[in-house]
């Protein structure tokens, strides 16, 4: 069958219990799942099978004694606003999930990290230049305490996930209110966002690969199946 026009092409999904516990990848204990993960990406993702993908990177490398992970990005990576995602950004999103200021409850996903304990204590201000080591625009090397086979899968969780520092400057906390305006760099974005309503995804412009068919996301809040069922069939 020939496929609807683009004006029909919207997805209404049901969020059922009230608003998300946070949109903030740092922050959700839901963030191996949709929305985050089509709103923001990280270095590497899982396919379907479990496989480890090269997502944000283009390529990475492992040292021969597994403390050492070197990641090249794919050229010419950009937030949602068009702004250029570098791997001072990755460096600057996954020190922000570390960070006692954060307050993130789901940090555990980066234990592997040389001075984790330092900096999730305070007493280590930044990883960047310690275990985060930026050696170019695209060029980021990650320092283990020990080695890990399964330490890119931990990396596919939320947690590092790639977020607009000039964002979370301009709001603070309230930054994810304010996604309309950049942010994330995932193959959707934000047209808007509420509370009490729910959250409406366009696609990403910018995204570096492909482009949705879908035009429009909607993620209809109430508080319970029978009210979700009705806001989804309006």
Known sequence: ?????????????????????????????????????????????????????DQLAASHAVSSDGLRYTFTLRPNLTFSDGTPLTAADVAYSINRTLVPATQSNVRVYLSLLKDFDKITSGTLPTLTGDSL????????????????????GALSYSTSFVVEKKLIEKYGNKWTDHLEEGGGCG??????????????????PHYFGFQPKLQEIQYLIAGDSDSNYRAFQA
């Open 187 to 204: 193959p959707f974005k934000v047209k808007s966002y509420s509370h009490t309503a729910g959250l409406v995804l366009v696609p990403n």
């Open 133 to 152: 080591l930026v050696t170019g625009d695209r060029t980021l090397s990650i320092l283990l305490s020990k080695p890990a086979a399964y330490f890119l």
């Open 1 to 53: 069958p020939a496929a609807a026009p683009a004006a029909n092409q919207i997805l209404r999904l049901p969020v059922e219990g009230g608003d998300f516990d946070s949109l903030d990848p740092a922050l959700t204990a839901n963030g191996l799942g949709d929305p985050y993960n089509i709103l923001f990406n990280g270095l590497v993702t899982l396919g379907d099978d479990g496989s480890i993908i």
